[in-house]
C-alpha cells in the first residue's frame, strides 16, 4: 500500500512538473509571437514614418522649385520690362535729338545762327 502510495505521489508530481512545463512552453510561445507581432508592427510605424516623410520631402521639393520658377519668372518680367523702358527712353531720346536738331539745321540751312 506504502509503495502504491508512493508510486501514485511520483506518478502525480511527475504530471504536475510535465504540465508546469507545457504551461511555462506556452507562456514563452505566447511570448515570443508578442514579440514578433510587436516588431512587425514597429517595422510598419517605421515604413509608414518613412513615407510619410519621403512625400513631405518631395512636398517640398516641389514646394520650392515652384518658388524658384515663380522668382525665375518674376526676374524675368522685371528684366523684360526694364529692357523696354530703356528702348522706349533710348527712342525718345533719338526722336528728342533729332526733333531739337532741327531748328539748328534749319538755321544752318538758311545762314542764320541760332545764337
Do not use: C, H, Y
Not at 62 to 80: C, G, K, P
Amino acid at each position: 500500500q506504502r509503495e502504491r502510495d508512493q508510486a501514485v505521489a511520483r506518478a502525480t508530481e511527475e504530471r504536475r512538473r510535465a504540465e508546469q512545463r507545457e504551461r511555462e512552453r506556452d507562456q514563452e510561445a505566447a511570448r515570443a509571437q508578442d514579440t514578433a507581432r510587436l516588431l512587425q508592427q514597429q517595422l510598419e510605424w517605421q515604413r509608414a514614418e518613412a513615407e510619410e516623410r519621403k512625400a513631405r520631402e518631395e512636398w517640398q521639393w516641389r514646394r520650392q522649385r515652384e518658388m524658384d520658377e515663380a522668382r525665375e519668372m518674376q526676374r524675368r518680367r522685371e528684366r523684360d520690362e526694364d529692357e523696354r523702358r530703356d528702348e522706349m527712353m533710348r527712342r525718345r531720346a533719338e526722336v528728342e535729338n533729332f526733333a531739337g536738331g532741327i531748328p539748328f539745321a534749319l538755321n544752318r540751312l538758311f545762314g542764320r545762327s541760332p545764337w
